[in-house]
């Protein structure tokens, strides 16, 4: 009976390592298409680690968001990010308050300017994130974009 | 899903400005069918590829927190009046297109 259990054990104890395999290789293999996981880890500071492998980030003035200050329609909200630091390789815009922060990223070229307008969803009010690689390094600014229900306008 | 895209690209002093508007429902996952109460599956576009003379000058990733017909404005440098751009792009459920535009 003992050994029956044991050898059961064993058995469950396998599948789940073959699972649990099968499970790191996935997210991998995800990643160099689409990184799914960034787009669905909650917290900013975890999809930005997700996305880019570090989260720290240095506040930016050099960054400028355009936003509405108070959008209408939460479904289409313009967001606009530009940004006067040197050699940018990605914008990402992320959403503080959505159940997955992350909604878009941009990787640009050489020859791109650091500028990308866009249309997001924002679910209530929260503050947008834009994130800006350049050099190698993060940056990050921030602005308050207030979502009302009910289209009284505000 | 032929002509889902919308481009316009113009240039002005060196720099190239390309707005487009894809048409794609870009469902969440999230939303319920209000007449059946059951999920609308997750329906979203993944990647938007800009490339000028086969050169990649944007790769978008979007996730579904992207409006519904997305919309995406760049602006680069490098191209000439009446050089094409090609738009391509995939999503959550293996469906694509591409797009080709002139600069005016």
């Not at chain 1, 313009?78 to 990402?92: Q, R």
């Not at chain 1, 650091?114 to 940056?139: D, E, Y």
């Not at chain 2, 508007?21 to 996952?29: A, D, L, N, Q, R």
Request: with cysteine; net charge positive; proline share 4%.
């Amino acid at each position: 009976m003992k050994r029956r259990t044991l050898l059961k054990g064993s058995l469950t104890a396998s599948v789940a390592g073959v699972a649990a395999a099968a499970g790191l290789l996935a997210p991998q293999m995800v990643l160099a298409a689409w990184p799914k996981a960034a787009f669905t880890v909650k917290g900013v500071d975890n999809a930005v680690k997700t996305l880019m492998g570090s989260n720290s980030m240095a506040d930016s003035g050099a960054i400028k968001i355009k936003a509405p200050a108070i959008a209408e329609n939460g479904a289409v909200v313009n967001i606009a990010v530009t940004t006067s630091l040197k050699n940018v390789s990605s914008i990402s815009i992320l959403v503080e308050k959505n159940a997955s922060p992350l909604t878009s990223s941009f990787n640009l070229s050489a020859v791109t300017v650091p500028f990308i307008k866009t249309r997001v969803k924002v679910a209530k009010t929260s503050s947008v994130i834009a994130v800006v690689k350049s050099g190698g390094k993060l940056f990050k600014a921030g602005r308050e974009v207030k979502v009302t229900i009910g289209g009284c306008g505000g | 899903m032929a002509n889902s895209i919308r481009p316009r690209a113009w240039v002005d002093s060196g720099v190239t400005t390309l707005k487009m508007i894809i048409s794609h429902p870009m469902e969440t996952g999230l939303r319920k069918d209000k007449a059946t109460g059951k999920k609308i599956p997750a329906h979203y576009i993944e990647s938007v590829i800009v490339k000028h003379n086969d050169k990649v000058v944007l790769d978008a990733l979007l996730g579904p927190a992207v409006s519904k017909n997305p919309f995406i404005q760049c602006k680069f440098k490098g191209a000439a009046k009446g050089d094409a751009l090609k738009i391509s792009w995939t999503d959550s459920k293996g469906g694509s297109d591409t797009g080709e535009v002139k600069i005016s």
